[in-house]
Structure formats: structure tokens, C-alpha cells
């Protein structure tokens, strides 16, 4: 959709109006069709009426005007069929038509994108780059010169203290804080449960032991 | 849709015997009218009605309750619709304009009104992948892909009010067809 949207063209196509007229065709079919199916249907009723009333000759045109009406309604068919194919195919092909469009236009944008980014430009950028990143080494072998033996062990030394002061930090402190008094009860219950434990476990070291 | 073969659940308002007589009193009037004003709608809504010609329309059971031996008259019943069009739920159609009395005989029914029905419209054209599709009015009322719709049958003077909203809102544009006449419209996607 985005692609036929972007379109400019708002406006009413000699397609359109072609496409159009064959609907409005085959609307005039399709109530054709209604109007013959209702006179089918009321010719049987007449046949069946005259019928009745014994007049078999009268009975037989109807039934004769029926057959010719369900001839029409079955060319009809065939004419209607024709033109849906018809609109169909030219509805396809529009959008075929659309498809087409936003290739190009997908195309097109490609092609400036490339043009933007020609070979030259690329070795002239990665040239230049090169140059600066050069120049940025240069540089650094300067301000290195300048930095004597000395200079560089007390820095050696600051880094050293740095880490020293790091890993201070990272040592946690000591609480100061009493335990709480409920962790306190808990162990108490512990201890007797341990003892409890303790008992059984000498009643039973003492059968053991006996043993 | 309309459950058919049922018939239109009246309000029990209709087998109250004053309802079908025009009350004197103003007040009660107003109230008459914006009742008989819901019934019309909803009747008119469930038994999918567009026009009401008030010639056939007058022995309606709409208009008369053959339990209560009640029916309304004719002038009332005009009276009824004018209200109606004045609120823009109906509208006079003017018959063949052959004589006055012709006038004001013929309306048509707004049970949705027809920004509601290009709002639904719009949303089937959306949802059927219709856009930028050219459709005639038949296909919109009585196309195979419409089979389900509220619209299904709609008349034709709705139709193009409600098609007109959408052109003016830019969705669509209505087309002719080699003879001149308006008979088909063109959708466009929502911006």
C-alpha cells in the first residue's frame, strides 16, 4: 500500500473509468440475471396454472418460454463470467503495475546512494585516516620522549598508592552492632534440640554398646 | 443482524392507548414525540427499513396496534417525521413533485446516521483490502463481498451521503460512468 499511496496520482485514471464501466457491465448482468430468474419462475407457475385448468397447449408455450428464458440466463452466465475475468486481469495488472513502480523507484534510490559513495571518496577517506592516525603516533613518540626515568617511577609510584587506597575500600568494615535478640533464641532452641538429639542418639549408642 | 422471522419486540409503551393520539399538552407532546421518534428508529433499524412512505407506512403495525384498536393518524404521524428531520434523523423526500400534497409524504430513515455508515464503509473498505479499488453502488449494497455487512441493501440516497463524507474527508472519490451518471466511487487509503 505505501507504495501506491506515495503516488501522487489522487485522481481518476482512464483505468478507473474503464475499469468502472465493466463493473457497472456486470451489475446490469447480475440484475439481468435476477429479472429472468423471477419471469422463470413465474412461467412455471403459469404452466402449472394452465395445466389445472386442462389447457396443455398453453401449458407447453410456457414451459417452451421457460426453456428459452433458462438459454438466456445460462449465456449470461458465460457473458458475466468473462467480464469478471476481464476486470480482474486489469485489476492485476495495475497492481503489477505498482509493483514495477516501486522497483524503480527502489532502483533509483540505490543508484544515488552508490553514486554518493564512489570508489575515489572511499580511498581519499581511507587515505587521510591513514595520515591522521599517522600523525596521532607521532605525537605520542614526542610526548614520551619528553617524560624522564625519574618522572616515570614516581608515577609508577602515585599508581601504586591508587591501588592501595582501592583495595582499602573494597575490604568491608567490622560491625559494631549487637546480633539480634531473636537469632539468640533460635540458638538456644538449637542447643536443646542438639541435646535431645545427643540423648537419643546415647540411648541408642548404648544398646550398641552393650551389644 | 435483524433476527428475521421475529417480529419487532414493540416497547410497552405501544399498547398504551393515549400514545397513538396527539396529547394537547406541549410538554407531553415533546415527550410523545421523542418516544415515537425511538420507536420509529428501532423499528425501522431491526426490520432493516430505509424509507418510509407514509401512504403504505400508515397500516403498518408501526402505526396501528390492532390489539388496543389504536392507529395513528396521518397528520400526526407527519408531524412525527418533521421532528425527526429536524433533528436529522430523517429525511423529506420530495416525491415527484406533482402537486403539494405529494410533498412530505416520503422519508427517509437515519437508524445510523450516514457518518456512521462511512465510518463503516471506510472500515470494511480497510478491512477487505479494498483500497484504491473502484466500486460501484450496486457492489456496495448488494456485492458478494458486502453479504454481511449493516449496509447490506443500503438506499441509495444514504449511500451517497454517506460516500459524499468520505469524499470530503479525501478517502474517496466518485465516479461517473460513460453516460454522465454518478454510479460509481473510487477509495483511497486513510492519510
Redesign the interface.
Known sequence: MGISSSRPSRRITKQDNAILNMKLQRDRLQQYQKRIQVVLDRERDIAKQYLEKGDKERALLALRKRKYQAQLLTKTDSQLETLEKLTQSIEFALVEKDVLFGLQQGNQVLKEINKEMSMDKVEKLLDESAAGIEYQNEISEMLADTITNAEEDEIEEELAALQREEIAKRIPSVPTADLPEQETENAEEESEEEERVSERNRGRRQPALAA | MSTEGQPFPFPSIYSFPPFFTRQPNSQTWTSQLSLWSSLILGYCRYNRIWRIDLNTAIEWDLFSNKEINRSLKLDTCREILDSMVKKGNAEWVSGSGRDAADKNLSAIIFWRRPEEWANMIADWIDSTGQ??????F??IS?GDLSFSQDFRGIDATILRKALDILVRR?QA?I?R??DGEV??V?F??V?
Open positions: 483500497r484504491n479499488a473502484i466500486l460501484t450496486y457492489e448488494d479525501g472519490q465516479m460512468s460513460a454510479a460509481g473510487k483511497f487509503g492519510q
